[in-house]
């Protein structure tokens, strides 16, 4: 059973066109406990010599307690609370979509609104409960510019990057929507223990290349680490790159999460294919980074996915040539049954042959989990909701001018 939740029907469409093109107050979201107080003072409601205080207050209430407004920052006065709202926002995007899948998984399609002169733009975000944790996977681009022949973002031209305040906006509106913060009805209200929540793991494997926007991935990032906020894990957090080779060491030095890599395929020529950016960083140049990964180690292994493609990559060759390539290596093999999408020309694998590989590869040594497919009938490969959505807006414009064009003639 398909829920689908479209929270908006055709006749709010044209009204909330008109609101998302209205530019927001700037956000507090995504900003340092130093940008915060820098920002308070600027704005001038807050006194130089409160401003740090001030901030610690405001990162509790934004990550700790997850409030959506300023109205419900109860230790603050009521004076500042206003001067606050009149000056910023702290709001989630909106939810254009929300469908879940017989199986639990969630998928979002959030539209932020416009940066600049720019258009409002949506994106995925996807949520798989599993025993004992929950995975939010999180994009980092509108759209992407890698082109990967089995991705379905890989179809969407490259929009912008996500802003820290975006990425992170993800993680509390996720967590909103599952009643994952602690209750805020009271101001002394329990706080959700780690081992409580709903989204306990986060990955950057969402829309776009994450190492393509360095800065703003590694803001969002260590904000959803901070022992005093959102406090994830760094061992909870993995950043998966296609393989942009010189953002792989700074990734670890400065960020410090674990690290999944795209990978694929065992040779240059087939991975040229498959992710086209092999060519600007061939397997080469790709293994020897992951190799000198910081903090690598048993206990800190990088994550190697490998999408299982029928006839493509799946053969007993490409089992043992994988094994070959990553040979001292601490790592874990994830295969990933491929998730059609329509237009694809790309198979899954058969679920013998993939068994067989995983066999082998587990009895080299190396963790090599299938994962289990999850959201096929809400189609969780990511970009598809996204595409859905700009077809039908495109349905909606064609009428329109159709409308318009018979309305002219008569």
Sequence with gaps: MILSLDLHSA??????????????????????????????????????????MRAQ???????????????????????????????????????????????????????????GAGRPVEIETVYIPEEGRGTLCISSQVGCTLTCSFCHTGTQKLVRNLTAEEILAQLLAARDRLGDFPDRDTPDGAIVPAEGRKVSNIVMMGMGEPLYNFENVKKALLIASDGDGLSLSKRRITLSTSGVVPEILRAGEEIGVMLAISLHATNDDLRDLLVPINRKYPLKELIAACRAYPGLSNARRITFEYVMLKDVNDSFADAKALVRLLRGIPAKINLIPFNPWPGSNYQCSDWETIERFADFINGAGYASPIRTPRGRDILAACGQLKSESERMKKTDRLALEAMMIAGHGA
């Design 57 to 115: 207050q405001l990162w509790h209430w934004l990550y700790v307690r997850g409030v959506p407004a300023f109205s419900e920052m109860f230790n603050i006065s009521k004076e500042l609370r206003s001067a606050l709202e009149e000056r910023f926002s702290i709001s989630r995007p909106e939810i254009v979509e929300e469908q879940v899948s017989s199986d639990g998984t969630r998928k979002w399609l959030f539209r932020f609104p416009p940066r």
């Design 11 to 52: 006749a709010d469409r044209s009204a909330l066109a008109k609101r998302a093109a209205t530019p927001e107050k700037p956000s507090l979201i995504g900003l340092s406990r130093v940008e915060l107080a820098e920002t308070l003072v600027a704005a001038g409601i807050v006194p130089e010599r409160q401003a740090r």
